[in-house]
């Protein structure tokens, strides 16, 4: 099959294009025929190369797909060949204390499929295979392009603003990164629960986005102050939830922007991981800091009702040949585009 492959870490030089074996699925696994990808950060991770995580090389990055099952386990019951389909990216044993409990980011076998695993075991090739307990129906309502772009940014934002903020309505809730990949599902899942939204970008463009999916109010970092500007909104009071994933450079700012009592939820760094931090905020505002990472298939299933009856949907800023995977992760690593970039690979 044709896939992107990298075999050194790098820049977007190392992604070639070329065939590699297709997938066979084990008894609990299905093959699926990719039909479309999508572009996560964490693509852009895996090829630099991260300090203290070790990427599986020979390399095929990808942890969300949209296609259709070709080939079942001999173990497999509840997934037909046929069956439309998108993919929960978390791989774990499904059998130990944490997993059963719907805890499976502890469990000592958990991986990001298309991140940590591997050799060449990800979703940007004509085919993957996955464990059949991580596919999950593909929305009805959606081309495989705009489905693919949904998963892993969805239960990402469900798990950090409803499991793990506990998000109320009326919450003024201030989203960096507001136009990208998290933030145009933070806005969705924000306004699902009648919250008020600050969406921050850096251009008006991207903020005409954000507005048109709710956001009532709109900041440019590059043009705002924006500790200022979050002290005018909310008279004074601050965010109540802020919503993290820009890292090192807004750190200082969100603390700043957080109420007394409210809550800093995070789940990456884009920006670098060595922020500065007042710890006495922490205790004279008895405020609350907390991570998150990823979702379980159940915040999946959760969220995924609201696509399909349409009160979130997909923001796809650009649909790209898989030959065009490089082209893509620098659109997303220089920021130039808004919503999520689907990849669709040659016809099997
Ligand atoms: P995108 O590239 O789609 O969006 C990121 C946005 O961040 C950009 O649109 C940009 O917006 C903003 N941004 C970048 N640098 C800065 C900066 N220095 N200051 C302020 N804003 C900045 O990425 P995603 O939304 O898909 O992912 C964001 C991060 O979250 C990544 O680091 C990713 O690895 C992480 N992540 C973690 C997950 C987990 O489970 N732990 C899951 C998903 C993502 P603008 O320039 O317009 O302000």
Known sequence: MKAIVFERNGG??????????????????????????????NDIWARRGLPGMT?????????DAAGIVIETG??????????????????????????????????????????????????????????????????CNLSFEEAATIPLVLVTVWRMLVTRAHIRAGDFVLIWGAAGGLGVMAIQVAKLYNANVIAVASSDDKLELCHQLGAEFVLNRKKHD????VRKITDG????????HTGADTWPISMQC???????????????????????LLWNKQQNYLGSHLGNKGELVDALHFVETGQIRPVVGEILPLTELGRAQHLMETGALAGKIAIVPPSA
């Open 12 to 41: 977007c030089e190392v992604l070639q294009y070329k065939d590699t074996p297709i997938p066979k699925p084990g008894p609990v696994e299905v093959l699926i025929e990719v039909k479309a990808s999508a572009c996560n950060f």
């Open 55 to 63: 990427i599986i090389l020979p390399h095929i990055s990808g942890s």
């Open 74 to 139: 001999s173990e497999v019951h509840h997934v037909k060949v046929g069956d439309e389909v998108v993919v929960h990216c978390g791989i774990s044993c499904r059998q130990c204390d944490y997993c059963t409990r719907g805890e499976e980011f502890f469990c000592r076998d958990f991986r990001i499929w298309g991140f940590q695993t591997g050799p060449l075991d990800g979703a940007h090739g004509q085919y993957c295979k996955v464990p059949a307990v991580n596919v999950l129906r593909k929305p």
């Open 226 to 229: 924006i500790f200022s500007e």
């Open 237 to 244: 009071r601050r965010a109540d939830i802020v919503f993290e």
């Open 258 to 280: 957080l109420k007394w009592g409210g809550t800093i939820v995070t789940c990456g760094a884009t920006s670098g991981f060595d922020a500065q931090m007042d710890i006495r």
